[in-house]
């Protein structure tokens, strides 16, 4: 027996005994979303000069990637150059064979570190800054209390995001219908998410201490967004101005020089670069940005 619906929602829904698939049912994102994985069609990626070979949007997901890399880059280190490749979602691009290789799970990022004798793939982006920070001895402190709260905080954000995105951007955002009981669940969550944050902050300059880290790197491109009212247009809906330490972490991350450069990373548009193959692709769509008029 269904429970009656409240007003104004949808009827009582019965699942049926074995579920099939409606093409038409997916909102926004019917058109990529499917049951099965695999690719649905043959095409090779790319493949550039540098030691890594990044294939990715410049979603949050995709955004702690470059970040990653351009923090590396201000360090010094020149092993760490990538080409930046754009792989566009909703045209299905995760689909491709040669994304598939490389991410069985046709999300993106996606990674190939080619700076040794056999390339081999990274995917998930957690993993990939783990990996990076590894390499290369940087963002990942080495003392073990230091190194399982900087782990813990990065997969925190592993953890939680689905909720935010999955979950409350989903049903407030991009359903084809809106649900009060999904928005309301989802919300009272991420409104957990940015408790337990701004908590943190309170007490810690950044997430996993006094030292910027993977966790700022991995936590910045999805909850800052937020913070600021740039994800799913509910800033007002979350009251998120009203998280102060969050706020205040938001723009000091937000202002580092090398996470102003991998957030245009992968993206279309003024004073954004689809694709990033060397230094100056970056500095020329920043000068293009900040150019002033002409008189």
Do not use: C
Not at 69 to 86: P, R
Not at 158 to 185: Q, T, V
């Amino acid at each position: 027996m269904s429970e009656t619906p409240p007003p104004n929602q949808p009827a009582g829904y019965v699942p049926p005994k074995v579920w099939t698939w409606n093409k038409d049912n997916g909102g926004r994102f019917a058109n990529i979303n499917r049951p099965i994985a695999g690719p649905t069609h043959d095409k090779e990626l790319p493949v550039g000069e540098h030691p890594f070979q990044l294939y990715s949007l410049g979603t949050p997901n995709g955004v702690k990637v470059t970040i990653m890399f351009e923090e590396l880059l201000e360090k010094g280190h020149k092993g760490a150059e990538y080409d930046a490749w754009l792989i566009n979602i909703g045209q299905g691009d995760q689909f491709g064979s040669g994304f598939v290789d490389v991410n069985p799970n046709s999300k993106i990022p996606a990674l190939m570190d080619r700076s040794g004798p056999k390339p081999f793939r990274i995917f998930e982006s957690g993993a990939m800054l783990i990996h990076l920070a590894e390499k290369f001895g940087e963002f990942l402190p080495k003392e073990p209390a230091k190194r399982a709260e900087t782990l813990s905080w990065l997969m925190w954000q592993m953890g939680s995001a689905p909720f935010l995105g999955g979950g409350f951007g989903h049903f407030y955002a991009y359903a084809p219908f809106k649900i009060e009981y999904a928005i309301d669940r989802y919300a009272m969550e991420v409104k957990r998410q940015l408790d337990v944050l701004d908590r943190r902050l309170a007490e810690s300059e950044y997430l996993a201490g006094d030292e910027y880290t993977v966790a700022d790197m991995a936590v910045w491109p999805w909850y800052g967004l937020l913070a600021k009212g740039g994800a799913y247009e509910a800033g007002e809906f979350l009251d998120v101005a009203s998280y102060k330490n969050l706020q205040r972490w938001t723009n000091q991350v937000g202002q580092r020089t090398a996470v102003k450069r991998g957030r245009i990373v992968n993206r279309a548009g003024d004073g954004l670069i689809p694709e990033r193959h060397s230094a100056a692709d970056i500095d020329a769509a920043l000068a293009a940005k900040t150019k002033e008029p002409a008189e």
